[in-house]
């Protein structure tokens, strides 16, 4: 390469990324707020692929010959990335971590670590380098997709566990994130296949598969931490709502009653047993314990109220918005939690309806009232 650095577009763009994962890898683990196991191991899979970028970067722009860096120097980043990725997968899902399983999963780290050692100090070895390097390559595909598979038996499990009432921790974004890394395999194997054939014999066919490492930086990085903390932002709101915990003894209603009265009854009953928290609550579920049809309780609402069913739990759930965006103790928790744990099934859902109801953003309400 001369005594000439290469810069291009695409390794310009690949060094952008590595940039982008060194602020975010060091601000997060700065930031005491985000300190816990799960977010730590995840921060660890960006740091390993930045890291691991920035090694191929080196060699790609020819800071390495230029340099007379020796190959020793080298360090197998990527046999970290998918057991650090394992690693935050059973914390995030709440599975235990043990001393013992996380020296089993970096175990090949140690073993490659050495092998390259041994490879690059004995000079014998220097000729069949190339074989080595496919077959090191392979095993860590192979030993990368058998923990993927755990990965994806770890999250099958957990959601065909009953949730009890518990907060259940979003695993969608988990399974995207193993859906662009079998992209990332796949680019992976063409790679291998084309330095194994030598149909190349510069780096160029390496840049898709460092910017779409680059790509899920960004988005393991990002997903993971505001998932993660949101959970938690979650438990600690549930936590201080069940400071106050009101007891509400159920009154029978006779069947004499009037409907106005029943309704009433059903309207107390909802709202002192806060049973619109629950996102699956339906119309069944509070007819069973009044032995009415669902139906004659959507008539009950229909007739004597300003819209359906509907309407009436999530007014009640709005207004529990209301109740925490105002609070002090709750401000620094995000609106998408507030929003989960007034019982709505997703943030959008809470948008309509806060709209519907207050005529303003969730955002806007709370910065209003803060201004008054």
Not at 38 to 53: E, G, H, Q, R
Not at 163 to 178: A, D, F
Not at 262 to 279: F, G
Not at 309 to 330: P, Q, S, T
Request: proline residues 2%; glycine residues 4%; contains cysteine.
């Amino acid at each position: 390469m001369g005594n000439t650095l290469n810069f291009n577009f695409y390794n310009i763009l690949i060094f952008a990324g590595i940039v982008y994962g060194f602020i975010f890898s060091f601000s997060f683990l700065s930031n005491k707020s985000y300190n816990s196991r799960a977010t730590n191991y995840l921060i660890l899979v960006v740091l390993c692929m930045t890291l691991s970028n920035l090694q191929y970067w080196l060699i790609d722009v020819g800071v390495k010959s230029l340099y007379h860096i020796p190959n020793y120097i080298y360090i197998q980043f990527e046999l970290l990335i998918v057991p650090f990725f394992y690693l935050f997968s059973r914390s995030y899902l709440q599975k235990e971590v043990t001393r013992n399983l996380v020296l089993l999963v970096l175990t090949p780290f140690v073993l490659g670590t050495i092998s390259l050692l041994i490879t690059q100090l004995i000079p014998a070895l220097h000729t069949n380098a190339t074989r080595s390097y496919i077959i090191a390559e392979s095993i860590t595909i192979l030993y990368s997709l058998s923990l993927i598979i755990l990965v994806i038996r770890a999250i099958y499990t957990y959601e065909k566990q009953p949730s009890s009432g518990k907060i259940r921790i979003h695993t969608r974004w988990l399974k995207l994130s193993i859906l662009f890394g079998m992209v990332l395999f796949g680019l992976w194997i063409l790679v291998i296949f084309v330095a194994y054939r030598g149909i190349l014999n510069n780096n160029t066919f390496y840049y898709p598969l460092w910017i779409a490492i680059s790509a899920v930086i960004y988005w393991a990085g990002y997903k993971g931490i505001f998932e993660f903390q949101l959970y938690k932002d979650r438990i600690n709101i549930r936590k201080k709502n069940q400071t106050s915990n009101e007891t509400y003894i159920f009154r029978k209603v006779e069947e004499g009653s009037k409907k106005i009265a029943l309704l009433e009854a059903i309207e107390e009953h909802i709202s002192a047993q806060k049973m619109y928290l629950d996102p699956e609550l339906n119309a069944k579920k509070i007819a069973e314990q009044f032995s009415i049809s669902s139906g004659y309780l959507s008539q009950l609402i229909n007739q004597n109220r300003q819209g359906g069913f509907n309407d009436l739990i999530n007014g009640l759930r709005v207004e529990e918005g209301k109740r925490m965006l105002l609070d002090k103790e709750y401000a620094n928790y995000t609106i998408d939690a507030i929003a989960l744990e007034s019982g709505f099934q997703s943030k959008s859902n809470f948008y309509v309806s806060f709209k519907k109801f207050t005529q303003m953003t969730p955002s806007e309400y709370r910065k209003k009232k803060e201004n008054n």
